[in-house]
């Protein structure tokens, strides 16, 4: 059983910053990608940052420069740190991340449970 648990979200003003952490926890064998997505109301989940393994980094236009997506490999935990915040960055965030159970097994997708984030003007 893998869990993934999203932490940090919370309501900031424009040009404020926030920090949101997630932790893999259960039976993991490795870690290859891992994702940081955002939904807003009415519209389709999208995706803001990855990170693999080794550390190589991509971010949707709208972020870049103002996100960083970073991750602590021995604690299985991704983070992203979220500055210069605008209204429109107002969403769910969801974490996810590939990984094996097992030396024997499918690398398989997992989701957070999302933390809302919330920035007004």
């Known amino acids: 059983q893998v869990r993934m648990v999203e932490s940090g979200g919370g309501s900031v003003k424009a040009g404020g910053s926030l920090r949101l952490s997630c932790a893999a926890s259960g039976s993991i064998f490795s870690i290859n990608v891992m994702r940081w997505y955002c939904q807003a109301p009415g519209k389709q989940r999208e995706l803001v940052a990855a990170?693999?393994?080794?550390?190589?980094?991509n971010y949707a236009d709208s972020v870049k420069g103002r996100f960083t997506i970073s991750r602590d490999n021995a604690k299985n935990t991704v983070y992203l740190q979220m500055n210069s915040l605008k209204p429109e960055d107002t969403a769910v965030y969801y974490c996810?991340?590939?990984?094996?159970?097992?030396?024997?097994?499918?690398?398989?997708?997992?989701w957070g449970q999302g933390t809302q984030v919330t920035v007004s003007s």
């Open positions: 996810n991340a590939d990984l094996r159970t097992d030396k024997y097994s499918y690398t398989r997708s997992y």
């Open positions: 990170i693999t393994s080794g550390g190589s980094t």
